[in-house]
C-alpha cells in the first residue's frame, strides 16, 4: 500500500483552476461550432477544409507536401487525405508527386481554391474577430498568444505545429 498515492496526497483543482478550466472548455467546446456555421452557410466549407485552403495559400508556390500539411492544421494523414480527396473533387486542391521527393506527395491549391479563400476569407476573419478577438484588448491578445504558446510547448514538444505557422520545417 505505501507504494499507492493516498487521496490526501492527490492534487486536485482549486476553485481558481477549476472556473478557468470548466471556461476554458466551454471555449474549446463552443468556438468550432460557431467557426464551422458560418463556413457552412457562407462558404459551404467546414472549418477544417478551410484551414487546409488557408495554410496551402500561405506556402510558398501555394504547395506543401501532405506531410507538412498535416503538420500545419494538426492532422492525421488519413484524416487529412481524406478531406484533400474532398476538395480535389470540387476542384480546390491537386495532389501532384513532389519534385524533391517521388515518394511524397504535393498538395497543390489551385487557382479556383485560391478564389475560394479570397472569396471566403473576410467572412471567416469577421467571425473570428467577432468571436474571439474583439473581446479582447491588446495586453489579452499578448496574454492570450503567451498561455496558447506555453500550452501547445506541453501539447506538441516536438513544436511541429508552431514550425508549421511561422515559415519553419
Known sequence: ?????????????????????????AVVELLPGVLDTQLQRDADLTHFEYFTLAMLSEAPLRTLRMTALASATNATLPRLSHVVSRLE??????RTPCAEDRRATNAVLTEEGWQKVVATAPGHVATVLQNAIAPLGQDDVASLDRIMTLMLGRLDPEGRFLAELSGGA
Open 1 to 25: 500500500m505505501g507504494e499507492l498515492t493516498s487521496t490526501s496526497e492527490r492534487r486536485w483543482l482549486t476553485a481558481d483552476e477549476l472556473q478557468a478550466w470548466v471556461k476554458f472548455i
Open 89 to 94: 473533387k470540387r476542384g480546390y486542391v491537386a
